[in-house]
């Protein structure tokens, strides 16, 4: 059964930053793309930032450009969001997701298995 746990979230000032962890286990193969998505009170799931396994191309979305980095370790199956200068919007519960085969990585009904969640919270 595969898992993904995530770790990190938390309260945190404006500007401040966290680092969000989603460790994968249960699965004999590497996913083929993992992606963090977040959701705030009131609006859609978005995906946030995206990470081929392979080839560890990556993409985000318009707002957290040069502000976050998601990463991997793929030894420890472990997939990692740093955020820096965060703001008040970026205030949601953020989720990791996998996918395991070939395909779009793109929104989040391409992603098969997901995380439970964390809290991040900003301040102003």
């Known amino acids: 059964q595969v898992q993904l746990v995530e770790s990190g979230g938390g309260s945190v000032q404006a500007g401040g930053s966290l680092r969000l962890s989603c460790a994968a286990s249960?699965?004999?193969?590497?996913?083929?793309?993992m992606g963090w998505f977040r959701q705030a009170p009131g609006k859609e799931r978005e995906r946030v930032a995206r990470?081929?396994?392979?080839?560890?191309?990556?993409a985000y979305t318009d707002s957290v450009k040069g502000r976050f980095t998601i990463s991997q370790d793929n030894a420890k199956k472990t997939l990692y969001l740093q955020m820096n200068s965060l703001k008040t919007e970026d205030t949601a519960i953020y989720y990791c997701?996998?996918?395991?085969?070939?395909?779009?990585?793109?929104?989040?009904?391409?992603?098969?298995?997901w995380g439970q969640g964390t809290q991040v919270t900003v301040a102003s």
């Open positions: 997701a996998a996918r395991w085969r070939g395909g779009s990585c793109y929104t989040s009904t391409d992603f098969n298995s």
């Open positions: 249960g699965h004999t193969y590497s996913s083929y793309c």
């Open positions: 990470i081929y396994t392979n080839s560890g191309n990556t």
